[in-house]
């Protein structure tokens, strides 16, 4: 399961701190994802003129923005430096999680909670990303939210699912996401005391990124649908489509 030695899978950026090559996971069947067509990341608005530098030898073609039309208006989105690049606001939550009491859950059982919650709300949302993912030209591509954590971390594991990469694999990509929250913590300290703010006034359980959580959602699919690629195929997207993303990501 282990990447090569000189697989780079987080790009380092200025303001971005959890943006993340998706490739190199291996499938049951014996492939691995390829490198350099799909990324995860986080807050995109972020992204510093040396950022947009950093990221366009990546030759990015599609943009998927899963936060809230609130959070897209309040802090702005992806700067569209290219007309070769698309952006799409597929937002998976109607809220966000300031507006959620944790009662003192612990962080597993919350995130479980609220990821169970995610998919039940955003099913139709969810794929429709892995559509606009699977159309001709739409890759590489890169898909975030506020921390690269929650619905980014969901949508990452439908795809790798449909994908046929192994659970246990999924959760690791999941459970990268810690230090990409150390990372963006620390930088908020140096750079960003708004954030900063923010962060130490939300509850613990937010900010978490427990590989339990992931790992139970991904058992509750297994319970109800069998695969991973049979619940996407069941939300509206097309074996074709899925046949597609798998020439376009596996080698």
């Known amino acids: 399961m282990a990447a090569s030695a000189t697989f780079q899978r987080v790009i380092e950026l200025e303001a971005v701190h959890n943006f993340r090559d998706m490739g190199d996971y291996p499938t049951h069947d014996g492939r691995r994802t390829r490198p350099g067509r799909l990324f995860r990341a986080d807050g995109l608005y972020r992204l510093t003129p040396t950022d947009l530098e950093t990221l366009r030898p990546l030759g990015l073609h599609t943009v998927?923005?899963?936060r809230t039309?609130?959070?897209v208006e309040d802090r702005g989105r992806f700067p569209l430096t290219s007309p070769s690049v698309a952006w799409h606001?597929?937002?998976?939550?109607?809220?966000?999680?300031?507006?959620?009491?944790?009662?003192?859950?612990?962080a597993a059982v919350f995130l479980y909670d609220q990821y169970t919650s995610m998919l039940a709300y955003g099913e139709p949302l969810f794929a429709a990303a892995i559509r606009t993912l699977a159309q001709p030209g739409a890759l590489p591509a890169v898909f975030h939210c506020a921390?690269?954590?929650d619905r980014t971390g969901l949508l990452a594991a439908l795809v790798l699912g449909a994908l046929g990469v192994p659970d246990e694999v999924i959760v690791d990509d999941y459970a990268l996401t810690q230090?990409?929250?150390?990372r963006t913590r620390r930088w908020a300290e140096r750079s960003n005391p708004e954030m900063l703010a923010q962060w130490q006034a939300m509850p613990a359980v937010h900010a978490a990124a427990e590989p339990e959580a992931m790992a139970n959602v991904l058992r509750d699919i297994h319970a109800t649908h069998g695969t991973v690629r049979d619940y996407v195929r069941s939300l509206g997207v097309p074996a074709a489509a899925l046949d597609e993303?798998?020439?376009e990501l596996l080698a």
């Open 179 to 182: 230090a990409g929250m150390e």
């Open 245 to 247: 993303l798998a020439d």
């Open 64 to 66: 998927i923005d899963l």
């Open 89 to 106: 606001h597929l937002p998976v939550v109607d809220v966000t999680w300031e507006q959620i009491p944790h009662e003192n859950r612990s």
């Open 69 to 71: 039309l609130g959070e």
């Open 147 to 149: 921390a690269g954590k």
